[in-house]
């Protein structure tokens, strides 16, 4: 004979399945912080800052020219 309360199997297992899948979010997180902390590291040096700089925002000096080229990927 099963009594259906709020400590129910049911309501355990959904409650396991909760944190089953907190548990792997939290890997997710601890390592996209692993990539933000490295990212912070390399931009206290001017030389890879220069370098992010120019790479994520396009940035450029004054008497440069940058050329993006684009890749079409989509073949037919």
């Known amino acids: 004979m ?3 309360d709020d400590n129910s199997i049911r309501i355990h297992q959904e ?6 899948k907190l548990e792997t ?3 997710f ?5 692993a990539k933000d902390k490295n990212i ?3 931009q206290k ?14 940035m450029k ?13 989509i073949t037919d």
Request: charged content about 45%; aromatic content about 20%.
């Open 40 to 42: 912070i590291e390399n």
């Open 25 to 27: 979010s939290i890997g």
């Open 61 to 73: 000096k004054k008497n440069e020219d940058i050329y993006l080229i684009e890749y079409d990927t």
């Open 45 to 58: 040096d001017s030389e890879k800052l220069e370098r992010f700089a120019r790479e994520k925002y396009y």
């Open 2 to 4: 099963y009594f259906f």
């Open 15 to 20: 409650l396991n399945k909760d944190i089953d």
């Open 29 to 33: 997180y601890q390592k996209e912080i």
